[in-house]
């Protein structure tokens, strides 16, 4: 082995200014965290609108969202990423392309193409669960709500989605997880989240290995916390009388 | 819009196409014999080997895929010099393919683990009721069924693995997503080039997912 293990690196200076590597790795959790909760409340409400959609009875709407679900789920991830931030900045009205194009700052206009593309890319993902959630429930559901002479409007908000999204927790716990991970996506686009300033940093010091393990460890970190935290929410809110539910 | 240019850039196009599917076929191949080997190891009674699958699951779904493959990428050539002794060249095709291998490993693993755990429990206890060990009723009571089971799902893992592969991008293989972006740059046309490769993405998946469905129809009685 003729490698130098140095995990001190960390806290050396990046030569710029008074920074530390330790600082890039922050700022780069920033920018991680940043994309995936503007993202993740894109998705959250998108897919809620076109999962609901997807259950109504009128076929013109469902249709549309089960059209948006395919499109959406069948292109790869950084095609669309790619779309979004070189195609169709080129497709908006004159006065908006050179805004994004020359006001915005280079970090700007790829963080918000990649909160777009996230929101827009992961709303397919919650449209499924969504609508597994909201079929998951008995049919007696809905027609003891319109016997009570609830409308449409009514048994979605107040009878339906509250019972479907605390059985959906999980796979929505998954799915904002897989948003964090999604968004190292964006340092091909050259926003400096985490991914980048790892790989960064492993080019400027050359400590490769002690680079990408702390970058292992952060994601690794937050993945495992948030899923317990979600654990303990899901038993806090669960809905009595299932099977999941305990009590 | 001009996609004129298109025709002529087939070949090219079709070559980044017949990297992409080498590293799919033999991607699923690597991952789904390894997720195999730590599905059986998470069911064994053994909970070393056991807690060494969990602990190998866990740590690869809990990390980003592109992270993986950039690290392979810088970190395969140094390992093997670690292993070897000498410096030995690795291309971008081997170090990603090693990457899709242990990452998607992880994913169908799960799979795998869910499938065994379908099958009845008299299976297996008839399997060693006739004096098979643990390992001949794996192979050859337990698996067997297990995979007729679960073919849709591993071939839906598959689809996205197909498309997770336009993400080798990053390390600058020329995959097809890599092929169109290079070519329609050259022909000063990139927003056409990108929009065929997102169409051509789209068929293939959506085809192939149509398939799947209409596969898993077939299975479920």
């Known amino acids: 082995m003729d490698y130098n293990w140095d995990w001190g690196v960390f806290l050396r200076s990046t030569g710029i200014g008074d920074e530390i590597y330790l600082d890039w790795f922050v700022a780069g959790l920033g920018w991680t965290l940043a994309v995936a909760l503007v993202g993740w409340v894109i998705a959250l409400l998108l897919g809620s609108l076109l999962g609901v959609l997807r259950t109504l009875p009128n076929r013109w709407l469902s249709g549309i969202a089960s059209a948006y679900v395919e499109l959406f789920r069948n292109v790869p991830l950084l095609v669309q990423l790619f779309l979004w931030y070189f195609l169709v900045p080129d497709l ?126 952060i994601y690794f970190t937050l993945n495992m916390s948030l899923m317990l935290f979600m654990r303990w929410i899901e038993k806090k809110v669960a809905v009595p009388g299932l099977i999941a539910g305990g009590k | 819009m001009d996609f004129s240019s298109i025709p002529a850039a087939l070949p090219a196009l079709w070559e980044g196409m017949q990297t992409t599917l080498q590293l799919l076929a033999l991607g699923v191949l690597g991952s789904v014999l390894l997720g195999t080997l730590l599905a059986v190891m998470r069911l064994a009674h053994n909970p070393l080997l056991a807690g060494i699958a969990a602990a190998y699951v866990n740590y690869f779904r809990s990390i980003p895929l592109l992270l993986v493959i950039i690290w392979f990428y810088f970190a395969v050539p140094f390992v093997l010099r670690w292993i070897t002794g000498e410096d030995t060249p690795v291309g971008a095709f081997a ?127």
């Open chain 1, 92 to 217: 908006l009205p004159e006065p908006l392309e050179l805004w994004f194009k020359q006001d915005l700052s280079p970090a700007t206009s790829a963080y918000l193409s990649v909160v777009v593309c996230l929101g827009l890319f992961t709303a397919a993902r919650v449209c499924e669960q969504v609508r597994t959630g909201i079929q998951a429930l008995p049919a007696g559901q809905t027609a003891a709500a319109l016997a009570l002479g609830l409308r449409l409007g009514q048994i979605y908000r107040q009878v339906l989605l509250p019972q479907a999204f605390r059985i959906i927790i999980p796979p929505l716990t998954s799915e904002f997880l897989n948003i964090i991970k999604n968004s190292s996506v964006a340092s091909l686009i050259g926003l400096m989240e985490l991914l980048a300033q790892t790989k960064q940093t492993a080019e400027f010091t050359t400590h490769l290995f002690e680079a990408f393990t702390l970058a292992t460890l």
């Open chain 2, 95 to 221: 170090s990603c393919l090693v990457a899709f291998v242990m990452f998607e490993a992880a994913f169908y693993c799960e799979i795998v683990r869910a499938g065994i755990q379908a099958i009845p429990r008299g299976q297996m206890s008839a399997a060693q009721a006739l004096g098979m060990t643990y390992g001949q009723s794996m192979r050859l009571i337990i698996l067997p069924q297990a995979f007729r089971k679960m073919t849709p799902l591993l071939l839906l893992q598959s689809i996205i693995l197909f498309q997770d592969t336009s993400l080798v991008y990053s390390v600058g293989l020329m995959d097809f997503l890599n092929a169109a972006r290079s070519r329609g740059d050259i022909v000063g046309q990139p927003h056409e080039f990108l929009l065929v490769a997102g169409l051509v993405y789209f068929i293939v998946s959506f085809a192939a997912s149509q398939l799947v469905k209409r596969l898993q129809k077939r299975l479920t009685p």
